[in-house]
């Protein structure tokens, strides 16, 4: 999988947009661009995934950039739950074996809302 | 409510003893998955299995045990065999194994030897 490079921290007003970078210029074709993020002594939690098309649902929404090689993750409206760390994974699609399960956690982006 | 039931929470074990986390998922996944994850480290896979009676093993799979005998339960077995044991432990599950496929975790388990 793609090395995916992100900010070690920000900080966001609460009931403000927060807006978190992801670098992936080395992601493949074929590769998807993942958001999971972790609260302390909790799994990690899906948020959102992409291929090229910017995304959305009901947490977040992904904006990847048009070569791909870098995407946005938008939580519109932020709240102190939203406080975590926050990982962006770049994953091959069609891959079998050990390795279409591994998930490459970076150190992520420590996301902290402000009250 | 659907999702991943991980327990204990949190589980000491003595040096020597074997301990059985378990892992329950109702979402009709067919695979599952053992991660570990150490203090500020990424997830390292022990174990996965991508159908009912059948598993393979991950990258650091020694000193674990697995089964498979039901659909949604995969428990791992933390064996005496397994050097250093203490670490936060996450059971995942996805629809099938096709990489395309999002990974669901459990909320994950402490495992402290004393």
């Known amino acids: 999988d793609a090395k995916t490079t992100q900010p070690p921290s920000m900080d966001c007003a609460e009931g403000r947009a927060a807006n978190l970078p992801c670098n992936h210029s080395?992601?493949?074709?074929?590769?998807?661009v993942y958001w999971y993020r972790q609260i302390h002594s909790q799994g990690p939690q899906y948020i959102i995934h992409?291929?090229?098309n910017n995304e959305t649902n009901e947490m977040a929404s992904l904006i990847i950039t048009e070569d791909r090689k870098s995407s946005t993750l938008i939580l519109p409206h932020a709240t102190l739950r939203d406080t975590a760390v926050y990982y962006c994974?770049?994953?091959?699609?069609?891959?079998?074996?050990?390795?279409?399960?591994?998930?490459?956690f970076g150190k992520g982006t420590k996301l902290s809302v402000i009250p | 409510d659907g999702g991943i039931t991980q327990s204990p929470k949190y589980l000491f074990r003595k040096e020597g003893q074997n301990v059985t986390l378990s892992c329950e998922q109702n979402?009709?996944?067919?695979?599952m998955y053992w991660y570990r994850q150490d203090p500020g480290q990424g997830l390292r896979l022990i174990y996965y299995?991508?159908?009912?009676?059948?598993?393979q093993k991950g990258d650091i799979a020694e000193g674990y045990s697995v089964s498979r005998e039901k659909k949604e339960s995969f428990p791992l077995t933390v064996t005496s065999a397994q050097k250093n044991p203490t670490a936060f432990y996450l059971c995942?599950?996805?629809?099938?194994?096709?990489?395309?496929?999002?990974?669901?975790f459990g909320e994950g388990s402490w495992l402290t030897v004393v």
């Open positions: 994974i770049v994953r091959a699609i069609g891959n079998s074996g050990a390795g279409s399960y591994q998930l490459t």
């Open positions: 299995s991508q159908i009912v009676n059948d598993f």
């Open positions: 995942a599950s996805s629809r099938n194994s096709n990489s395309g496929n999002t990974i669901y």
């Open positions: 080395t992601i493949s074709g074929n590769e998807y």
């Open positions: 992409g291929l090229k």
């Open positions: 979402l009709n996944h067919d695979a």
